[in-house]
């Protein structure tokens, strides 16, 4: 399984950005999808997820940040507009097997590579 995470990089605070996450070797109409993230010297904390039907974005990122999902290409995508510097982190996509969206770090069944989101205030 392999989940290619792309689209990071540095934006002006207010910008916006567009995450995309490829998954490949997965039967991905039976995952959930989603990111978490990780700022420096922080814990990885869950951000947005997404399965066939429904989606949930963490309550302190609601209204900026966007999830969704093209099944036909196995990917997933996050938007998120009106950066803030505290958005700054590498962000890293999941997979979870079934329908669930109450993910933790330990219940996500595989990892993608992270991608570095940079917010200059």
């Known amino acids: 399984v392999q989940l290619q995470a792309s689209g990071g990089g540095l934006v002006q605070a207010g910008g916006s950005l567009k995450l995309s996450c490829v998954g490949s070797?997965?039967?991905?109409?039976?995952?959930?999808m989603g990111w978490f993230r990780q700022a420096p010297g922080k814990e990885r904390e869950f951000v947005s997820a997404?399965?066939?039907?429904?989606?949930v974005v963490s309550d302190s990122l609601k209204g900026r940040f966007t999830i969704s999902r093209d099944s036909a290409k196995a990917t997933i995508y996050l938007q998120m507009n009106n950066l803030k510097s505290e958005d700054t982190a590498v962000y890293y996509c999941?997979?979870?097997?079934?329908?669930?969206?109450?993910?933790?770090?330990?219940?996500?069944?595989?990892w993608g590579q992270g991608t570095l989101v940079t917010v200059s205030s």
């Open positions: 999941a997979a979870r097997y079934g329908a669930a969206l109450s993910w933790t770090t330990r219940t996500i069944s595989w």
């Open positions: 997404i399965n066939w039907s429904d989606s």
């Open positions: 070797g997965l039967t991905f109409r039976n995952y959930g």
